[in-house]
């Protein structure tokens, strides 16, 4: 196994709770992370595994404990609910927010995948399928304002001239039986 401190000075402040950490930054992480853990233990009941599947449920949500000391501490409270009878199936996994192998941090929990080369045909496809579904909904726009405007039922593009149309159409046969009234009258003598 090669020495992770070959070449650099060992720093016993970067040790916390035996893990070795490169920076100050990242042990004063840790550091906060074992206060926490420590808290936890002199105020858990463990003999209850209802409170423990619930704080370790809230601090895998809450991503409270994120460096391996803190870590460590929700491995032990997975243990314990092991431990106390619980199905470990029943007991979520704890994220890891760290990639080994790039050597970063990673901003929410999502599983590296190897199809992220796919992801840009899939970002066209979905593109070309909206801009097609897009122009088909305005063809249909577009063909019920044709419908509309060329069609004999009144609707609300054409309701005015419809209305005005009907109006006019009673109004001249009105004018034409009172036409036809009088002339009888005057046929027939009445006044």
């Known amino acids: 196994m090669a020495d992770i401190t070959k070449g650099t000075e060992t720093k016993k402040e970067y040790i916390v709770d035996g893990f070795l950490f490169l920076s100050e930054e990242d042990a ?11 808290y936890l233990e002199r105020h858990l009941d463990y003999q209850g595994a209802d409170m423990i599947l619930q704080l370790y449920r809230k601090a895998l949500n809450e991503r409270t404990f994120q460096t391996p000391v803190g870590l460590a501490f929700v491995n032990e409270l997975r243990g314990r609910l092991i ?13 890891v927010y ?5 050597n970063k941090m990673r901003s929410g929990f999502e599983p590296v995948k190897e199809e992220m080369q796919e992801k840009p045909k899939k970002e066209t496809t979905k593109f070309a399928v909206s801009v097609i ?7 249909l726009v577009a063909g019920m304002f044709f419908l509309a ?13 419809a209305i005005v ?27």
Request: proline share 4%.
């Open 28 to 38: 004063a992480a840790a550091r906060e992370e074992l206060k926490k853990a420590r």
């Open 83 to 95: 431990e106390a009878g619980i199905e470990e199936f029943d007991i979520e996994p704890i994220p």
């Open 98 to 102: 760290y990639d080994v192998v790039q």
């Open 133 to 139: 579904f897009n122009v088909f909904l305005a063809l």
């Open 149 to 161: 405007t060329t069609g004999n039922n009144p609707n609300i593009l054409n309701y005015e001239n």
């Open 165 to 191: 149309n009907k109006y006019a159409s009673w109004e001249q046969e009105l004018t034409e039986r009172e036409k036809a009234v009088r002339e009888k009258e005057l046929e027939l003598g009445i006044e």
